[in-house]
Nanobody, 127 residues
């Protein structure tokens, strides 16, 4: 049974920071693409950042490059999204997603349709 559980959301002032966590279980962590997405009510879900659990390059949306950092802790089967210099337009529900591929480049890493498993989301409000 695959389970992704996000945590760490909350409210922060512009310019502040938050770190989101996604604990993954039942997913074969060693060969998994993990992505962070966000969605505002009434708008499409968009990819924010992605990595592969085996390491290698990371992918970021242009809107967050230089401000957000995606990382993983293999021992804890957890992926993180460190969000710095937050802006009001970063306000959204953030989702963790996962899928099984040998390489991040085997999929469209920030594409919603690339991912099979999804967490329940955590709200981030910047105001």
């Amino acid at each position: 049974h695959v389970q992704l559980v996000e945590s760490g959301g909350g409210s922060v002032q512009p310019g502040g920071s938050l770190t989101l966590s996604c604990a993954a279980s039942g997913i074969g962590y060693s060969r998994t693409c993990l992505g962070w997405f966000r969605q505002v009510a009434g708008k499409k879900r968009e990819g924010v950042a992605a990595l592969h659990t085996r390491g290698g390059g990371k992918v970021y949306a242009d809107s967050v490059k230089g401000r957000f950092i995606v990382s993983r802790d293999s021992a804890k089967n957890t992926v993180y999204l460190q969000m710095n210099s937050l802006k009001p337009e970063d306000t959204a529900t953030y989702y963790c997603a996962a899928t099984h591929y040998s390489l991040l480049t085997s999929i469209q890493p920030l594409g919603v349709r690339s991912y099979k498993y999804w967490g329940q989301g955590t709200q981030v409000t910047v105001s």
